[in-house]
Each structure stands twice: as structure tokens, then as C-alpha cells.
């Protein structure tokens, strides 16, 4: 007996007419096929224990200072009769942990959570089907049989659920803001969901931390189980500490864009990437290692940021510190603890090139032209 959500997904058009065989295959194994990844996709929320999760996990939370930033207009888009689509950037795994629990902390309902489909396995695969309600995403297949299975769940589980979706995909290996995928954008735009708007989202982090995993890689080459992910960040929380700043945009309402045209669909799709861009919050590691020499003076050090600030206030970045000095003095023991830095008596050396440049690239969208878009 299938569920009421599976029961709309497999009635809808698009389904209806893969299931009859159009795509050279028999209806038999379409069939077959389009069950398969609903029972795949199928999940559970389950919001009282969802919200007891931040004990088990408190170890690593402890180690994240959060702090939100405009969080009454999560309230504001979550009190009508409409849903949200939550849009983020993606830096780390702890995202799952940090954002949710910023809507969780201020009383907002909680969305369902687009995540990749490495993190279910073994007991977390568990908790992402039965309590957190996360949706596993297999983000590189091109198999029709799963594109339209896919769009056509999400579409119908707007008519019940808010969703958070990662706007680039994965993490960014290289740090940089990567550029837009469209796929849960299409699929929500075409649910006809009535006044459903996309909130962009972004989160930033003092230091990442898996930043070493990500920088040692720089482009992710392939999907490797989250157990060995889970491992490895595991070494790098020794001594991590750091603050997530979450910042909440603007809702964006889809009746602004057709959902049958994909011009639109790119449009708001590159419009949502910019405007995490500009809430993306400036943190003093990224400007000390986007100024940073091989070998520099810390005055020399200083006067770069100040100039990089006055060029960041133009494009009306979201920063955290008012002046160079201000940023070399937050970000200079946290960059030294990581390995990135050596710090000397007035001069700055570099010691690990790869986690310099990858904190430097997370505030390189600030200084492309506006509106301008990734190949």
C-alpha cells in the first residue's frame, strides 16, 4: 500500500506518461523503475525527536557559535498560507546541523532537507529517512526514469512541506560560490504551488571544518561514503572552533517566472545565487587570506583589507569587521591554529597554500561584475 504522496506522485502527467513506456523502454520495467526511486525517496518527519537531536550532536555543535542574521523574514515567508523553498549556499556537512537549528532556535517550522544521497547510510541514513526528514538527492545521474520521479515528489511534497536545498549541489571542494543548478528550482516551479516563494540563504563560517579534506582535493573527483567523510572530520574537530553565521534574504516569489520557460527558470536561478552572494557574511579569515603575500608586514597586511573593504562596501557586502586592523587581529589566531599561517614578530608568512587560497576564493563573487554568470 503506497503512500498518499506516492499515490500523487504517480498520478501526475509527466509520471503518467513515462509509465506508458515513452522513453524505449516497456511499461513493465517503467514501472519497475519509478517505484524504486519512490521508495527511495520516501521519508519521515518526525519533529519531536528531530528536535532532540542537537544532544547526540552536541560534541561538534558546542565547537559552532551560531549566529542569524535576519531571521524575521524566515518568520514572515513561514506565517502564510504559501510555502518556502529555503535556497543555501553549501560549505560544510555541519550545514545540516547549523541551519536547521537556527529555524528550530526561533520557532520556525521545520523544512524538509534536500541532501545527498552518500549521507544515508548505516544509522545517519536512519535518522535522515526517520526522524529529520531529509530527502537523499542523487545529484549526478542523468537516468530520465529518476529526473522525473524526482521533480514530480518535490512537487507534490511542497503541498505539504517547506523544503532547503543547496543551490550549487555539493560542498565546494575549491571554496569558491559555485554556479546554480536548476533541477529542485524546475521541479518547485512547476508544482503550482500557490504563493511559493525562494528564500535565499547563507551560511559562512570562520574556519570550515573539513576545510583540509576540501582544500587538499580542490574539485570533488568522487563519491565516497560518508562514514569515511564522518572519519576524517571527526580528526580535523580537534582544537576547531568557530562561528556560523546564517543570514536570511528576501523571499523571491516564483509568479514572478514561467515555469515552462527555462530562460526563467535560469533567471531565478541566478538571481537566488547573487543574493546569497551578497548575504554570504565576509568573515576576517577570508579577507586576511584573500590579502595575504607569501611573506607580508602586517601594516602592508592591513592596508590591503582596508582597500578590499572599501571595494566590498560598494557591492554592499555583509561584513563582520569594520577595518583591516580589526581583521587581522579576529582572524590571525584562528588562521595560525589551522596551519594556514605563520605569524611573526610584525610579519605574516604562509604555510599551507591550499587552505589559504580555498579561504580566499569563498569572498571572490564579491568581486566579479554584478549579474555576471559562470560559464
Do not use: W
Not at 550545514?95 to 544521497?117: K, M, Q, S, W
Not at 584573500?290 to 572599501?310: F, N, Q, V, Y
Not at 587552505?355 to 563573487?365: M, N, V
Request: hydrophobic share 40%.
Amino acid at each position: 500500500m503506497r503512500d498518499d504522496l506516492s499515490q500523487a506522485v504517480l498520478a501526475r502527467e509527466e509520471v503518467v506518461r513515462y509509465l506508458q513506456g515513452t522513453h524505449g523502454e516497456s511499461s513493465e520495467a517503467a514501472h519497475e523503475r519509478v517505484y524504486a526511486y519512490l521508495d527511495e525517496l520516501r521519508t519521515t518527519q518526525r519533529y519531536t525527536l528531530y528536535r532532540a537531536l542537537k544532544h547526540p550532536v552536541y560534541p561538534i555543535l558546542r565547537k559552532i557559535e551560531r549566529h542569524v542574521e535576519y531571521i524575521e523574514r524566515a518568520v514572515a515567508a513561514t506565517t502564510g498560507a504559501g510555502r518556502v523553498m529555503y535556497a543555501s549556499n553549501h560549505k560544510s556537512h555541519t550545514d545540516y546541523l547549523v541551519e536547521p537549528l537556527v529555524l528550530d532556535d526561533n520557532g520556525v517550522r521545520p523544512p524538509i532537507i534536500a541532501a545527498g544521497i552518500n549521507l544515508f547510510v548505516g544509522p545517519l541514513g536512519l535518522l535522515h529517512r526517520h526522524v529529520t526528514g531529509a530527502i537523499p538527492i542523487r545529484r549526478a545521474t542523468k537516468d530520465p526514469a529518476y529526473l522525473i520521479t524526482l521533480k514530480a515528489y518535490i512537487a507534490e511534497l511542497l503541498r505539504e512541506h517547506d523544503l532547503l536545498f543547496y543551490i550549487e549541489g555539493g560542498r565546494s571542494y575549491s571554496g569558491e560560490l559555485k554556479s546554480p543548478k536548476t533541477g529542485l528550482i524546475h521541479a518547485a516551479m512547476q508544482s503550482e504551488t500557490e504563493e511559493l516563494v525562494v528564500l535565499p540563504l547563507a551560511v559562512s563560517y570562520d574556519l570550515v571544518l573539513e576545510d583540509r579534506i576540501l582544500a587538499r582535493e580542490g574539485v570533488k573527483r568522487r563519491q565516497r561514503p560518508f562514514t569515511h567523510e564522518l572519519a576524517e572530520m571527526m580528526g580535523c574537530a580537534v582544537g576547531y572552533r568557530s562561528r556560523a553565521f546564517v543570514t536570511f534574504g528576501t523571499p523571491i516569489h516564483t509568479s514572478e517566472y514561467n515555469s515552462q520557460s527555462r530562460r526563467d527558470v535560469l533567471d531565478l536561478a541566478h538571481r537566488t545565487r547573487e543574493a546569497i552572494g551578497l548575504l554570504y557574511k565576509v568573515t576576517p579569515t577570508a579577507l586576511v587570506a584573500a590579502a595575504m603575500r607569501p611573506s607580508i608586514e602586517r601594516p602592508e597586511l592591513e592596508a590591503r583589507i582596508d582597500e578590499m573593504l572599501g571595494r566590498l562596501r560598494e557591492r554592499e557586502a555583509n561584513l563582520s569587521v569594520e577595518s583591516g586592523r580589526q581583521a587581522v587581529a579576529e582572524a590571525s589566531h584562528l588562521l595560525e591554529g589551522r596551519g594556514v599561517i605563520v605569524v611573526e614578530p610584525n610579519r605574516y608568512r604562509v604555510r599551507n597554500r591550499s587552505l589559504l587560497r580555498y579561504y580566499a576564493r569563498t569572498i571572490e563573487h564579491l568581486f566579479a561584475p554584478a549579474h555576471s554568470r559562470t560559464p
